[in-house]
Nanobody, 122 residues
Framework: QVQLVESGGGLVQAGGTLRLSCAAS????????MGWFRQAPGKEREFVAA????????TYADSVKDRFTISRDNAKNMMYLQMNNLKPEDTAVYYC???????????????WGQGTQVTVSS
């Protein structure tokens, strides 16, 4: 069973940057698509970004396009989310997820991490 562990969250001022990491245990990391989702208090979990197995394809939510960059290092079983120009509305718990293909909905990802809190102050 895969274990996904997020790290790198924290408190940052608007306009600042954070880099989230997701460490995956187990074998065959490179055969799975990976995604980032977030959930703010009182809101549903929403798609942020996803990356294909070898990193050739990435896709982003419109709200983070041109500010966030998703990447992966298959040799290290790691995925990253570089977040630049953060806004207060980016405040949420951020989750990494693993699935068979790149999907834009949470239901497409069977495996999830426990989440890391990102708080952006104005």
């Amino acid at each position: 069973q895969v274990q996904l562990v997020e790290s790198g969250g924290g408190l940052v001022q608007a306009g600042g940057t954070l880099r989230l990491s997701c460490a995956a245990s187990g074998r065959a990391f490179s055969i799975y698509a990976m995604g980032w989702f977030r959930q703010a208090p009182g809101k549903e979990r929403e798609f942020v970004a996803a990356i294909s197995t070898l990193g050739a394809t990435t896709t982003y939510a419109d709200s983070v396009k041109d500010r966030f960059t998703i990447s992966r290092d298959n040799a290290k079983n790691m995925m990253y989310l570089q977040m630049n120009n953060l806004k207060p509305e980016d405040t949420a718990v951020y989750y990494c997820a693993r699935g068979p293909t790149v999907e834009l909905t949470a239901s497409g990802y069977p495996s999830w991490g426990q989440g890391t809190q990102v708080t952006v102050s104005s």
